[in-house]
């Protein structure tokens, strides 16, 4: 069993930065593929980033690629998001989630992912 929570979500302004972050515990945190995905309002949930066991190798969606970086810090069990120059269309709510599997090439897929987090919202202000 794996239980992750998020956390640092806000109100913020349009072109400003936030760091959210999803704490892991249960099993090996490091052993796993991490994810981050969002769902806005009346919208589908999307793939944003994902970090592989090391952290060495990342993968991010078109749209948030270059603003958005993924990290991990395995000494802590947390993964990050540092999401800058954000746009009033990064606004939802922000979901992590581990692929006990750890299939790389399959990590933009929601349907890899084992466990997720309970979402922490972003809402960006124009």
């Known amino acids: 069993q794996v239980q992750l929570v998020e956390s640092g979500g806000g109100l913020v302004q349009a072109g400003g930065s936030l760091r959210i972050s999803c704490a892991a515990s249960g ?5 796993y593929v991490m994810g ?3 769902q806005a309002p009346g919208k ?3 793939f944003v980033a994902a970090i592989n066991w090391s952290g060495g190798t990342t993968n991010y969606a078109a749209s948030v690629k270059g603003r958005f970086t993924i990290s991990r ?3 802590k069990n947390t993964v990050y998001l540092r999401m800058n ?5 990064d ?3 922000y979901y992590c989630a581990a692929d006990l599997n750890s299939n790389w ?8 992912y ?5 979402g922490t919202q972003v809402t960006v202000s124009s």
């Not at 099993?27 to 052993?31: L, P, Q």
């Not at 090439?105 to 890899?112: F, I, K, L, N, V």
């Open 105 to 112: 090439y399959r990590s933009s897929a929601q349907g890899e």
């Open 91 to 93: 606004t939802a709510v």
């Open 85 to 89: 120059r954000l746009e009033p269309e």
């Open 73 to 75: 810090d395995n000494a």
């Open 44 to 46: 589908e949930r999307e």
């Open 36 to 38: 981050w995905f969002r």
């Open 27 to 31: 099993r090996t945190f490091s052993n």
């Open 114 to 118: 084992d466990y997720w987090g309970q």
